[in-house]
Nanobody
Framework: QVQLVESGGGSVQAGGSLKLSCTASGRTISSYTMGWFRQTPGKERDFVTAITWSGTTRYNRDIVKGRFTISRDDAKNTVYLQMNSLKPDDTAVYYC?????????????WGQGTQVTVSS
C-alpha cells in the first residue's frame, strides 16, 4: 500500500508558476513510474506527465507545450511538477499516482489531489 500526498497547489495569476509536490509513504517509489493527472468538474481525468524509475519522462504535449517539467527525488520519496506560464485553462485538481503509462487505468494508487486555480 502506498499513500500519496500532494501539496503546492494554490491560486496564481496567468503567466505565473507553481511547483507541486507529491510525497509517498508506505513504500519507496524508486522502482515505480509516477504520474501527474488533472481533472476539472464534469470532465475526465487527463494525463499530464509521468516519469519512470530511470528518469524517462513522458508529457501530454497538448497540455504541457513545454511549460511543465516533472522530476523526482527518490531520497525524499517525492515527485514534483514544475508548472510555468500558467493559463486559466490549467485550472484543475492535480493528482499524482503510482502506475504505468498514460491512462488512468494504468495507475493503482492516487493522492487526494491539490487544487490549482489560475486567474486571468
Amino acid at each position: 500500500q502506498v499513500q500519496l500526498v500532494e501539496s503546492g497547489g494554490g491560486s496564481v495569476q496567468a503567466g505565473g508558476s507553481l511547483k507541486l509536490s507529491c510525497t509517498a509513504s508506505g513504500r519507496t517509489i524508486s522502482s515505480y513510474t509516477m504520474g501527474w493527472f488533472r481533472q476539472t468538474p464534469g470532465k475526465e481525468r487527463d494525463f499530464v506527465t509521468a516519469i519512470t524509475w530511470s528518469g524517462t519522462t513522458r508529457y501530454n504535449r497538448d497540455i504541457v507545450k513545454g511549460r511543465f517539467t516533472i522530476s523526482r527525488d527518490d531520497a525524499k520519496n517525492t515527485v514534483y511538477l514544475q508548472m510555468n506560464s500558467l493559463k486559466p485553462d490549467d485550472t484543475a485538481v492535480y493528482y499524482c499516482a503510482v502506475g504505468v503509462g498514460a491512462t488512468v487505468a494504468g495507475y493503482e494508487y492516487w493522492g487526494q489531489g491539490t487544487q490549482v486555480t489560475v486567474s486571468s
